[in-house]
């Protein structure tokens, strides 16, 4: 309410003042509480995910390479070490399916796809493949992983 001041024609008025000393005083306790808490708080470190390695590759495996340009290249391992064939995005999961043997087999007993990529490929090409893959309901999808030492 209004602190009510007297005028001096004998009728009284409203002060319309705003008192800022409550204001300043919840700012000064804010900044203590700042203050006090700011040398709590430690910046933490983001910690990177590793990557593991399996105790022994498959014996056979179906390799997705993805290319610098853009192209997308189809290999079988049991077929042969350098041979691959030029495919489509569209085409991809068809192909990789007829590969991997049939739809409804055992998860663990179909073949693994692997999807590889040029270091200087771009990331969203990459998951494409993946999603297309996915979406047909390719299972045992899996990413090769470059080594530091292995770049050498």
């Known amino acids: 309410m209004p602190a009510i001041a ?9 002060i319309t003042e705003i008192n800022m000393v409550p204001f300043i005083d919840v ?17 933490s470190q ?10 022994r590759q498959p ?17 079988d391992s049991a077929r042969g070490s350098s041979e691959s064939d030029v495919v ?21 007993a179909s073949v693994p796809v692997i999807i590889s990529g040029d270091k200087r490929v771009a990331y969203e090409q990459v998951m494409q493949v993946m999603d297309a893959l996915q979406r047909a309901g390719v299972a045992r999808i899996g990413l090769s992983v ?7």
């Open 59 to 75: 014996d056979r495996f179906v390799q997705v390479i993805v290319e610098r340009d853009g192209r997308l290249r189809l290999r």
């Open 88 to 108: 489509t995005l569209k085409d991809l999961p068809a192909r990789v399916q007829a590969l991997q043997g049939r739809p409804g087999a055992d998860v663990q």
């Open 6 to 14: 007297p005028r001096r024609q004998g009728g009284r008025r409203a």
């Open 27 to 43: 700012m000064l306790v804010l900044l203590i509480i700042f203050m006090v808490t700011a040398p709590l708080i430690v910046p």
């Open 46 to 55: 983001v910690e990177l995910p590793s990557v593991g390695q399996a105790a």
């Open 146 to 152: 470059q080594s530091d030492a292995a770049a050498r």
